[in-house]
């Protein structure tokens, strides 16, 4: 096969700078600190693999680990089904798909601490209109200063409130690419609407499912903002999710070997996780 | 000016492999275009690149893995990671 376009490298260029400087060249420096130990002043001191030997087995970061697969595992077993059914269920034609476009975008635009913000005041046992609807309506001890059940009630509903319009908007733009055709076909031979779904919709969304899937498990795998507003990691220890856990450790104790050798674990999770995922999913389709 | 980076020489000999290795694989791609894309003993479709990254990757789970199981030093890990390079290199 000749050489063809090869000139279009010179395109990317300007993108592996801006890559370098906001990804490539800070990750090296994380990678540095990682087999050091600091105490400011520049200065360093050669640490080995001992950051990553007391890592792995320490269980503080087990503990942050589960937590963070936990939470990662009931967002997303909540909010891909609960997309894909008010993806299906919203109107194809007319007036009111803008309507719903915009109705669903809304908890997007609203920046992460304003939502820890909001739900925080929301759920408040005495003023918050949740907390005080729970405690003095329906009789319900909810306080989630208090109880870690009431805490993890809270953050997985303010996840599912901020993020399932995400799977929503990226499940309908794969169902509005359904030609009609399709429909016609499955009518004529008297299909249901679960052969519908599961013949049709389901695979003609597969690709935008696997990107909602991925981008979902990332964000929520990385989550810090919200949850450090709305419960900063208590009560105790538990909504201490690992990004939470590695900014105590980065920041509030000025650990930054430990701390970064956590970062290129929690790294190293995410990556792999992504990866499977993404591989094991387009592998029919190559 | 590179002193904020706290380069050591251990971990400025990984990058260099890294890159090099990257170097390595743009030469060979720019020679023979089309990234040797091949379907693998694990029932995956993939390139040079892509066997680099599972290379790499497994890499580190290796050593990690070793690390939190039998502790420092770690050649036998690296042994382990070079071996299992070559057979991704071989046969993924």
Not at chain 1, 171 to 185: E, K, N, R, T
Not at chain 2, 16 to 25: D, E, Q
Request: proline content about 4%; overall charge neutral; glycine content about 8%.
């Amino acid at each position: 096969m000749k050489p063809s376009y090869q000139k279009a490298w010179f395109f990317v260029l300007p993108v592996l700078v801006l890559v370098a400087f906001n990804a490539l060249i800070p990750m090296m420096t994380v990678v540095n600190y990682s087999v050091q130990e600091t105490f400011g002043n520049n200065l360093f001191f050669w640490q080995g693999v001992d950051w990553f030997e007391k890592l792995l087995n320490s269980d503080r970061f087990h503990a942050a680990l589960g937590r963070q697969f936990l939470f990662t595992g009931i967002i997303l077993a909540i909010e891909i089904p609960l997309g894909v059914a008010i993806a299906l269920a919203m109107p194809r034609k007319g007036v009111w798909v803008s309507v719903c476009l915009v109705l669903m975008a809304l908890p997007m635009l609203i920046p992460w601490n304003v939502v820890g913000a909001m739900w925080n005041i929301f759920t408040l046992p005495d003023i918050g209109l949740l907390g005080y609807f729970l405690n003095h309506v329906l009789g319900v001890d909810y306080n989630m200063t208090q109880s870690p059940l009431a805490a993890w009630m809270t953050i997985v509903a303010m996840d599912v409130w901020h993020w399932t319009s995400l799977v929503v908007l990226l499940s309908y733009a794969g169902l509005v690419s359904i030609p009609d055709a399709y429909y016609q076909a499955a009518k004529i031979d008297g299909a249901s609407n679960w052969a519908v779904f599961r013949y049709i919709q389901l695979p003609k969304m597969k690709r935008v499912l696997t990107i909602a899937i991925l981008l979902r498990f990332m964000d929520s795998f990385n989550i810090y903002t919200e949850i450090f507003v709305l419960t900063g990691g208590g009560p105790g220890n538990s909504t201490t999710l690992l990004s939470i856990d590695l900014v105590k450790i980065a920041l509030g104790q000025f650990d930054l070997g430990p701390a970064a050798a956590m970062s290129l674990i929690y790294f190293a999770i995410t990556l792999l996780v992504s990866w499977l995922f993404y591989t094991l999913m387009m592998r029919n389709e190559t | 000016m590179l002193s904020w980076m706290a380069w050591t020489w251990p971990t400025a000999l990984i990058f260099i492999c890294i890159f090099s290795a990257m170097g390595v694989l743009t030469v060979l791609e720019i020679r023979h275009p089309g990234g040797d894309e091949r379907k693998g003993v694990l029932g995956l479709v993939t390139t040079r690149g892509d066997r680099l990254f599972i290379s790499l990757l497994g890499s580190v789970y290796i050593h990690l893995a070793w690390l939190g199981i039998m502790g420092a030093p770690l050649w036998i890990p690296l042994g382990i990671s070079i071996l299992w390079g070559a057979f991704a290199f071989w046969k993924v």
